[in-house]
């Protein structure tokens, strides 16, 4: 349904082919009080109208729909995560509060970079290999909240102490605000 323009303001309608509107001067004028309730009510018929059968519905991707053939679904391999047998115990720290800090989804940064901020530089290295292989291994990161947030169950292979306390870390007992990542400055501040 389009809007037809007539000297006396808008009304509904198809426009007419070849139907060109008035040229605007200058500067556009500005919206006269009964002219944006026309508009107002205009809109508000338009949301309330019934969607004519001759448009067709909006339809959206349901993803796990069986007439999806998902040829349109594009896979990009990752590398297979690598331990790292001789990175020193504080280039690992540090590659590890990076990469929990860099996630792509939101949740994860502020989970992560929390958890990272609060145990990291009391892990052992056998907990940071640990850590390491859990926030880098799985391809999906929505896996890793899941699995933090017990939404799903862990799979045996990450089922250790540091995805314990992960756990406990996303139950958040001090009802603490996580609303934002921690800033870095806690790395310069002098260990007590």
């Given at each position: 349904?389009?809007?037809?323009?007539?000297g006396?303001?808008?009304?509904?309608?198809?426009?007419e082919?070849?139907?060109?509107?008035?040229?605007?001067?200058?500067s556009?004028?500005p919206?006269?009080r009964p002219?944006?309730?026309?508009?107002?009510?205009?809109s508000?018929r338009?949301l309330?109208?019934?969607?004519?059968?001759?448009?067709?519905?909006?339809?959206?991707?349901?993803?796990g729909?069986?007439?999806?053939?998902r040829?349109?679904?594009?896979?990009?391999?990752?590398?297979p995560?690598?331990?790292?047998p001789?990175?020193?115990?504080q280039?690992k720290?540090?590659r590890l509060?990076?990469e929990?800090?860099k996630r792509?989804?939101?949740?994860n940064c502020l989970?992560?970079?929390?958890?990272?901020?609060?145990?990291?530089?009391?892990?052992?290295?056998?907990?940071?290999n640990?850590?390491d292989?859990?926030?880098?291994?799985?391809?999906?990161?929505?896996?890793i909240?899941y699995w933090?947030?017990e939404a799903?169950?862990?799979?045996?292979?990450f089922e250790?102490?540091?995805?314990?306390?992960?756990?406990?870390f996303?139950?958040?007992?001090?009802?603490e605000q996580?609303?934002?990542q921690?800033d870095?400055e806690?790395l310069?501040?002098?260990?007590?």
């Open positions: 349904m389009g809007l037809r323009v007539s006396a303001g808008f009304s509904g309608g198809g426009a082919p070849g139907a060109r509107l008035p040229a605007a001067g200058p556009p004028a919206l006269t002219l944006s309730r026309q508009l107002l009510s205009l508000r338009a309330r109208a019934p969607r004519p059968s001759s448009l067709p519905a909006r339809r959206g991707c349901r993803g729909s069986p007439a999806d053939s040829k349109d679904l594009l896979e990009i391999p990752l590398p995560w690598q331990e790292r001789g990175e020193p115990l280039a720290r540090a509060l990076y929990s800090r792509g989804m939101l949740e989970l992560l970079s929390l958890f990272a901020k609060e145990n990291l530089n009391s892990m052992t290295e056998r907990q940071l640990l850590y292989r859990l926030i880098n291994e799985p391809s999906n990161d929505w896996d909240y933090a947030t799903k169950p862990t799979p045996e292979v250790n102490d540091v995805m314990v306390m992960l756990r406990e996303t139950k958040n007992k001090n009802k996580r609303l934002r921690p870095l806690y310069f501040e002098p260990s007590q």
